[in-house]
């Protein structure tokens, strides 16, 4: 049984998560100056595990899955809680939690188990039920509470990430287009008393991007040389390990949230644009599969899979090229980091096992 699962896996998105993987990996090569330390021996080694992982979770019976998403939020949940007692500090920002010696980034695993928990809610949810407002205060508990104790970590980009993931989810499970309108709305006028309690540091960030050379040696300096790089790459780049931005160490963070700009400087705008058309094809193969699903469950969990990558690399390639304020998104699969790959991973995972099920009718009571 499971060995004709295996058979009959998605191996297209397999395939592109194993090219993405790699591209990350030749970037975080370059990066370290042609060295597979530190980056890219971590960086492959994790991949291989995670791949393990997803096959696992794509075989293990969904109705398993659907039965305890509700307490795979609630633990993830305690993870994010957790981050406030027994976390660690770095990048001035205290969001890891060590387990077993290894670091661990809740905020990025609650993504995951939002889409679950909000994918077993619409499923559970009679089709009448879904305009009534009343019925709007579970999703926005299961939105609400991990956003502020992101917030208060502080992570600025992740609580963003999370407000837009469930934004998506909700608008695709059927909610009026009217209730996103007001809270748009709310949104907007309580911008003003926002600003007041964000940290000095996004503060600078959001005036660093409107205006970067008020500041060109401080404030704005990464923003610029995130500029200078993408704009230095041309139609085909520099070349592999030619890139004098990142050789140079003028390209801050350029192993993690920036690597898109070291891959544009050597690779030019023909390696940028194939990267984006790859996350295209992955993004669109998820959504295929969430169309061709029967039940609500997996349409929602496919859907909400795809939306989490999209803002991921919307927000990064934005971040990087000066369309919005940095704000600490990595590009997934390519940027160097344990937390996202294994989120992604568990993702992907789950939309495998989702196409294995798509035309399953019932399983309410698993």
Known sequence: MIIEKIKNLNYLLIFLLILLSFIGAAGLYSAAEGSYQPWTSRHLIRFYIFLIMAVIISVIDIKIIYKYSYLLFILSLVLLISVEIIGVLGKGATRWIKIFGFSIQPSELVKVTIILALAKFYHDLKFENIKKISFLFF?????????????????????LSILILGIFILFLAGIRLWKFLLGFTVIIISIPLFLRFIKPYQRDRVISFLDPESDPLGKGYQLIQSKIALGSGGGTGKGFLQGTQSYL??????????????????????????????????????????????????????????????????????????????????????????????????????????????????????
């Not at 999703?139 to 609580?159: A, E, K, N, Y």
């Not at 400087?265 to 599969?289: D, N, P, Q, R």
């Not at 169309?291 to 899979?305: E, S, T, Y």
């Open 139 to 159: 999703p926005f508990l299961i939105l609400t509470i991990p956003f502020i104790f992101v917030v208060i970590q502080p992570d600025l980009g992740t609580s």
């Open 249 to 366: 160490e003028y390209l801050p963070e350029k192993q993690t949230d920036f690597i898109f700009t070291l891959i544009g400087e050597e690779f030019g705008f023909l390696g940028t644009i194939f990267i984006i058309f790859l996350f295209i094809l992955l993004i669109g193969v998820c959504y295929f599969i969430s169309i061709k699903c029967f039940h609500v469950f997996g349409r929602i969990i496919a859907l909400g899979v795809a939306s989490n990558i999209f803002i991921y690399v919307f927000m990064n390639i934005a971040m990087v090229s000066g369309l919005m304020p940095v704000v600490g998104i990595p590009l997934p699969l390519i940027s160097y980091g344990g937390s996202v790959m294994l989120s992604i991973m568990i993702s992907i995972g789950l939309v495998l096992n989702v196409e294995l099920n798509y035309n399953l009718k019932k399983f309410n009571n698993a």
